[in-house]
């Protein structure tokens, strides 16, 4: 199945006014810059995609969410020795606050999460809005991930070598997520894959860092079954979402493949199984297209990509950890 992409939006490059966007100037006062960003972002995709579809889920994605508000209230902290401390830092430095505000602002009663998984959030959050809409469960989603840096961050992950110096950014990016292409859409999702033997298909990360330099055994499927080959003869996780998808929508379904090698049964639960060969278009690798790195980094190159490659085919590799984290497969317009 098909995914479309319309409407994206940048906190850094916002085309409305953000007193438009956020009007109530005390509530913008107390937003962090990433809050303020990423809820601008959000707001003004919504306000472009108007009316064309109810959005009835919002997904958002974050490395290390409003990490300059949980410093704050640290040092509020540190500084009060743990008296009259300012509830507003620590409010608005939970990892859901963009997705909160968002919903709030605009009176959106929906479904509303936000995946906070390293290198592959914003992969995840993709995951889960195909997922919903090809159960049919949305029709249309609001799709966002944010991150932002400060000092000690990037000091901190220096000393962990996640990142050299000067070379840590942040970004904030959303878009509206459609099972239907509108007059607005500018790319088709086509798939996303995760390599087996990555930390995000292997579950996780080891504890001293992203790697300990021993190949670490795959990580087994509910049901005590391991990850096998997926058809084309490379092996792919399954999307960890798939699973819960098909419990809570009344049992698990058989998979099984046909003469062809694509999977039959739940044919929506996870698109672009087998998925397009980076023959077929042009390969991306995020790491060399002058994006600074961050967790969510690959959302910003993925805006970049579908905004310079227009009417062509190309996969988009998330490689900014230092290897092939995820492949997201898309047909600009």
Not at 138 to 164: H, I, M, W, Y
Not at 200 to 210: I, L, N, V
Request: aromatic share 6%; with cysteine.
């Amino acid at each position: 199945m098909k995914v479309y992409v319309n409407c994206i939006t940048s906190g850094a490059e916002l085309r409305s006014d953000i007193k438009v966007l956020i009007p109530e100037m005390n509530l913008r006062r107390r937003m962090s810059r990433v809050v303020k960003s990423g809820v601008a972002a959000g707001i003004e995709s919504l306000l472009e995609f108007g009316a064309r579809a109810p959005i009835d889920a919002i997904i958002t994605a974050t490395g290390l969410g409003c990490i300059a508000d949980s410093e704050k209230f640290l040092d509020g902290l540190i500084a009060g020795d743990e008296t009259m401390l300012n509830p507003t830092p620590f409010i608005q430095s939970t990892f859901n606050t963009v997705g909160a505000q968002i919903a709030l602002l605009r009176g959106l009663h929906c479904y509303n999460t936000t995946y906070v998984h390293r290198w592959t959030s914003f992969e995840n959050a993709l995951t889960d809005a195909a997922l919903r809409i090809g159960a049919g469960w949305s029709r249309a989603v609001l799709v966002g991930a944010f991150d932002e840096t400060t000092p000690s961050v990037e000091k901190v992950l220096q000393r962990l070598r996640v990142a050299q110096e000067g070379r840590w950014g942040e970004s904030s990016v959303f878009f509206v997520l459609t099972a239907e292409r509108f007059d607005c859409s500018v790319a088709a999702i086509t798939g996303i894959r995760i390599p087996a033997g990555t930390p995000a298909a292997d579950g996780g990360y080891p504890a001293g860092g992203e790697t300990d330099g021993e190949e670490k055994p795959r990580a087994e499927e509910t049901g005590g079954k391991a990850h096998q080959e997926e058809p084309g003869g490379k092996a792919y996780a399954r999307a960890t979402c798939e699973k819960r998808y098909e419990r809570e929508s009344g049992g698990e379904k058989n998979h099984t493949e046909n003469s062809c090698g694509k999977a039959s049964g739940n044919e929506n639960a996870c698109i672009g199984q087998a998925g397009a060969e980076a023959s077929e278009g042009r390969a991306i690798r995020a790491s060399q297209t002058g994006v600074k790195p961050h967790f969510t980094a690959i959302a910003e190159v993925f805006r970049q990509a579908v905004a310079e490659n227009a009417g062509h085919k190309i996969t988009l590799y998330n490689d900014f950890s230092g290897r092939t984290e995820s492949a997201i497969e898309l047909t600009c317009m």
